[in-house]
């Protein structure tokens, strides 16, 4: 079977459709974006390369697409047709009879309807047509939200299925479920379920709208947005659409009173409240005194908006001390006595019990339905885990209900759980850590990472601490893998199963040592830091990095070094660290410097404007947005890899690990570094002076930026000339000592360890 997919055709420019074709264009699909006519076409073209989020990995993607006039497709000679117009049964039936006219043998033809039924949509089609159909049900953002639902109609080939769910999850790096061609599919049917029960609650009463969102947010394993705020992120307007459809096509009279709009929200909707997009909905952001933005809750008495009030209930307070995560929390609160307990019993619990009873005429398992919630919703847990987490006899006494046959079954059966065995979201194939911790694979380990054995002769070195911030223990650990594989084993593996691979050095420790002025202690972190990361390319075996989400400062600078990187497509790399008035000093600043003299097309052209990128990428402390633009900055070589999917990332990298291993020969320091002496740093240093004159910098940032200069110069070679490495590795820890016993450098340290955030000052 050929699952090759070249080029893809996006019927529909609207939010959605335009989306779609920006991330077929991120996994380096050729797509053509039609509409009614060209100029709508274009149009939403350029909507949507406006949005931020950015919907493409890098500029560069956005040359895959060109727009056209739906009359100008070639329905002919594409792999794929992806109709995405507007949410009406006619005018996509319609456009199906003329694809179903024009279509290649071979091509794939899917609807991102977000609920109308696909037979309909297939009705008097040939046999041909039915047969290469499918629904795709992207979530908004199609880039960032991972969930696809895949909907067969009877006629669907098996061949058909494999296709598309290939593209998508290996292409695309979506995940994927197979959901019925049932009114919304698994997760907005199951959603709008569990929301508009909220809303009943909220209607009703006694909480107020801060309340509820802290009842339904991250205390219950759910997005920091919870209820409210998500309402006005996707628009009321939105889920009262898509709710009266479902009203509609649905004969369950609880159904159809459960999705009538009490009078809270119709007055919302009649006064345009609907959230972002109208600038006030639940929540209303305004400018408060000296310029900051204060946001204000709606009073739903009088459709006005009030000042906020902390949230203050007991009953809240005492989950902190809930030891067991999302799910002790949840089940603390099903089966307490307070008025939170028979809140979350209302909502939640109801909609537990609703998912058991209808989770056959939605999926074709239940793993299907909690995969859909977790990936579609951000939920922790899906019903049926949270169900297990509960337990059947507790969850049924607690709510006072007969339990759905499922759970009835489960009961007889002697169960108090639905599963017999553990729930897996991924594939196991794809659990290369998580894997190896279930076989007790773990050889060495301290608080920040552990050794494992992955098989084969792989190791692994799992990171595991808070945002796997590196100090000592975590460099303890690398040095221990890479002896391991060196004497044990074939290859090397750096990854995280945390979000993400880490947020750099840990620079509490470089703080208190600094302050306290033992200059001897900075110096030997730093020394250590460097030892290790040219460990990783001097090691005797490969080792690769497999980076994901925020991957910097000395992450990054690991994985510069590492022999090999595959990351995540989401992967956020860069050298920030001057916005903590330091500049990179783990070997990252005189990697950067190497890589920039070696982009050169020969060894006697002008190094100045490569050095200059490399000064500029560390000095404006510029982070890719993805793994490709990390390839742009820099950070990436050609042979590293880029894993669409994340769930896939590991298995990724431990493949290119065993690849490597054949025949391996270990990497080793450059013979020699070219530097361009005074006149490379004439060159920035009055690039820094002329960003101060103007305002853009401030006193310390020239300060930063000067010892920058000194290092990718060279420091005090009298012409451009070729150093050693461990010439500029002295640059580099001299200028960090230094910079460290700068009390505007300590302020800005400890300013980003108490908000998160930097200072400039």
């Known amino acids: 079977m050929d699952k090759s997919l070249r080029s893809a055709i996006v019927v529909g420019a609207g939010t959605m459709g335009a989306q779609i074709a920006a991330h077929l264009a991120n996994a380096g699909v050729e797509v053509h974006l039609v509409d009614v006519d060209a100029a709508t076409a274009a149009a939403g073209w350029k909507r949507a390369l406006a949005l931020k989020p950015d919907p493409l990995f890098t500029p560069a993607h956005a040359a895959l697409v060109r727009t056209g006039a739906i009359g100008d497709a070639d329905f002919s000679a594409t792999d794929w047709i992806i109709e995405a117009i507007v949410e009406k049964l006619e005018p996509k039936r319609e456009l199906f009879a003329r694809i179903d006219a024009q279509r290649g043998a071979r091509t794939i033809v899917s609807s991102n309807t977000s609920g109308l039924p696909l037979a309909s949509l297939v009705e008097g089609r040939s046999e041909a047509f039915a047969a290469h159909l499918l629904g795709t049900h992207f979530f908004n953002p199609p880039r960032y939200m991972p969930l696809v639902e895949v909907i067969p109609v009877a006629a669907t080939s098996e061949e058909t299925l494999a296709r598309a769910r290939h593209w998508l999850e290996v292409r695309l790096g979506r995940s994927v479920v197979v959901a019925r061609d049932s009114p919304n599919f698994i997760a907005n049917h199951l959603g709008l379920y569990g929301l508009f029960k909220v809303l009943q609650a909220w209607e009703q009463g006694p909480f107020d709208i801060d309340a509820i969102d802290a009842l339904t947010g991250p205390t219950i394993g759910r997005p920091k947005s919870a209820t409210f705020r998500t309402i006005d992120i996707t628009g009321l307007d939105v889920a009262a659409y898509v709710a009266g459809n479902f009203a509609r096509s649905t004969t369950d009279a609880d159904l159809k009173r459960l999705f009538t709009l009490g009078p809270r929200v119709a007055g919302m909707l009649e006064r345009g409240l609907v959230g972002e997009k109208a600038g006030q909905g639940f929540f209303k952001r305004v400018k408060g005194a000296g310029g900051s933005s204060d946001i204000l809750v709606l009073d739903p008495a009088?459709?006005?908006?009030?000042?906020?009030?902390?949230?203050?209930?007991?009953?809240?307070?005492?989950?902190?001390?809930?030891?067991?995560?999302?799910?002790?929390?949840?089940?603390?609160?099903?089966?307490?006595?307070?008025?939170?307990?028979?809140?979350?019993?209302?909502?939640?619990?109801?909609?537990?019990?609703?998912?058991?009873?209808?989770?056959?005429?939605?999926?074709?398992?239940?793993?299907?339905?909690?995969?859909?919630?977790?990936?579609?919703?951000?939920?922790?847990?899906?019903?049926?885990?949270?169900?297990?987490?509960?337990?059947?006899?507790?969850?049924?006494?607690?709510?006072?209900?007969?339990?759905?046959?499922?759970?009835?079954?489960?009961?007889?059966?002697?169960?108090?759980?639905?599963?017999?065995?553990?729930?897996?979201?991924?594939?196991?194939?794809?659990?290369?850590?998580?894997?190896?911790?279930?076989?007790?694979?773990?050889?060495?380990?301290?608080?920040?990472?552990?050794?494992?054995?992955?098989?084969?002769?792989?190791?692994?070195?799992?990171?595991?601490?808070?945002?796997?911030?590196?100090?000592?223990?975590?460099?303890?650990?690398?040095?221990?893998?890479?002896?391991?594989?060196?004497?044990?084993?074939?290859?090397?593996?750096?990854?995280?199963?945390?979000?993400?691979?880490?947020?750099?050095?840990?620079?509490?420790?470089?703080?208190?040592?600094?302050?306290?002025?033992?200059?001897?202690?900075?110096?030997?972190?730093?020394?250590?830091?460097?030892?290790?990361?040219?460990?990783?390319?001097?090691?005797?075996?490969?080792?690769?990095?497999?980076?994901?989400?925020?991957?910097?400062?000395?992450?990054?600078?690991?994985?510069?070094?590492?022999?090999?990187?595959?990351?995540?497509?989401?992967?956020?790399?860069?050298?920030?660290?001057?916005?903590?008035?330091?500049?990179?000093?783990?070997?990252?600043?005189?990697?950067?410097?190497?890589?920039?003299?070696?982009?050169?097309?020969?060894?006697?052209?002008?190094?100045?404007?490569?050095?200059?990128?490399?000064?500029?990428?560390?000095?404006?402390?510029?982070?890719?947005?993805?793994?490709?633009?990390?390839?742009?900055?820099?950070?990436?070589?050609?042979?590293d890899g880029v894993t669409m999917h994340r769930s896939r990332l590991h298995a990724d990298a431990r493949a290119l690990v065993k690849a490597r291993a054949a025949g391996y020969l270990p990497g080793h320091a450059p013979a020699a570094i070219p530097v361009g002496g005074p006149d490379v740093r004439a060159a920035l240093d009055l690039g820094v002076h002329l960003a101060h004159r103007a305002g853009r910098i401030s006193d310390h940032d020239a300060t930063i930026g000067r010892k920058l200069a000194w290092i990718l110069s060279g420091g005090d070679v009298p012409h451009a000339t070729e150093v050693p490495e461990s010439y500029v590795l002295d640059l580099e820890r001299e200028a960090f000592l230094s910079l460290c016993g700068e009390p505007k450098t300590q302020a800005r340290i400890a300013h980003t360890l108490k908000t998160g955030k930097p200072l400039r000052n």
Not at 313 to 318: F, G, I, Q
Not at 489 to 494: A, P, S
Not at 512 to 535: H, I, K
């Open 302 to 639: 009088t459709f006005t908006y009030v000042p906020r009030t902390p949230v203050q209930r007991p009953a809240l307070d005492a989950l902190r001390d809930v030891r067991g995560g999302a799910a002790a929390r949840i089940k603390a609160l099903l089966l307490g006595t307070s008025e939170e307990s028979a809140f979350t019993r209302a909502t939640l619990g109801d909609t537990l019990l609703y998912a058991a009873r209808v989770w056959q005429h939605v999926a074709h398992d239940i793993d299907d339905v909690d995969r859909a919630m977790r990936w579609g919703f951000g939920w922790e847990l899906g019903p049926f885990e949270t169900i297990d987490a509960v337990g059947i006899r507790e969850l049924v006494g607690a709510m006072g209900a007969e339990p759905p046959p499922l759970l009835a079954e489960a009961l007889a059966a002697g169960r108090n759980t639905v599963r017999t065995q553990p729930f897996l979201a991924e594939p196991a194939e794809l659990l290369v850590l998580a894997g190896a911790r279930a076989r007790n694979a773990v050889v060495e380990s301290n608080a920040a990472a552990s050794v494992l054995d992955t098989g084969e002769g792989i190791f692994a070195v799992e990171l595991h601490s808070k945002m796997n911030a590196i100090g000592g223990d975590t460099l303890a650990m690398i040095r221990a893998g890479i002896a391991r594989a060196e004497q044990e084993g074939v290859g090397l593996l750096i990854a995280t199963q945390g979000q993400a691979f880490s947020a750099g050095a840990n620079l509490m420790l470089l703080v208190m040592a600094a302050q306290e002025g033992d200059w001897d202690e900075v110096d030997a972190m730093v020394r250590a830091f460097q030892s290790t990361v040219l460990s990783l390319r001097d090691a005797q075996v490969p080792v690769v990095n497999a980076v994901n989400g925020l991957t910097l400062g000395g992450a990054t600078e690991m994985s510069l070094h590492a022999c090999a990187v595959q990351a995540a497509a989401e992967t956020y790399m860069g050298l920030p660290e001057v916005g903590v008035g330091l500049i990179p000093a783990g070997c990252g600043t005189k990697e950067m410097l190497w890589r920039a003299a070696n982009r050169r097309a020969s060894r006697q052209a002008d190094l100045l404007p490569f050095v200059q990128k490399a000064f500029e990428t560390i000095g404006f402390a510029t982070v890719s947005t993805s793994a490709p633009q990390a390839r742009e900055l820099g950070f990436l070589r050609d042979g």
